[in-house]
Nanobody, 123 residues
């Protein structure tokens, strides 16, 4: 069983930065693909970023490319999402997730989820 705990959400002004953390139990980071997703009320959960193969490969949604960076610390078994130049449309509940295999873009293919952390970006 894998447990994921997110932290780091909050309120930030547009143009600001914030870093989210996802602490995982077990040897998750090196064994799983780790993804960040976000959801706003009335919308489907949206893929944000993923990190694979212990950090050697990353993917980003077009909407965050160039602004967000996903990284991981194998020793701490923690995945981070550094978010820069934040926009009001980034406001959402952000969740991290872990999967053994499958497409990284589809939430249904992830096996474990954290409880989420809320980000609000004010204009």
């Amino acid at each position: 069983q894998v447990q994921l705990v997110e932290s780091g959400g909050g309120l930030v002004q547009a143009g600001g930065s914030l870093r989210l953390s996802c602490a995982a139990s077990g040897r998750t980071f090196s064994s799983y693909t780790m993804g960040w997703f976000r959801r706003t009320p009335g919308k489907e959960r949206e893929f944000v970023a993923a990190i694979m193969r212990g950090g050697s490969l990353t993917h980003y949604a077009d909407s965050v490319k160039g602004r967000f960076t996903i990284s991981g610390d194998n020793a701490k078994n923690t995945v981070y999402l550094q978010m820069n130049n934040l926009k009001p449309e980034d406001t959402a509940v952000y969740s991290c997730a872990a999967q053994r295999r499958g497409s990284i873009y589809y939430p249904a293919l992830y096996d474990y989820w954290g409880q989420g952390t809320e980000l609000t970006v004010s204009s």
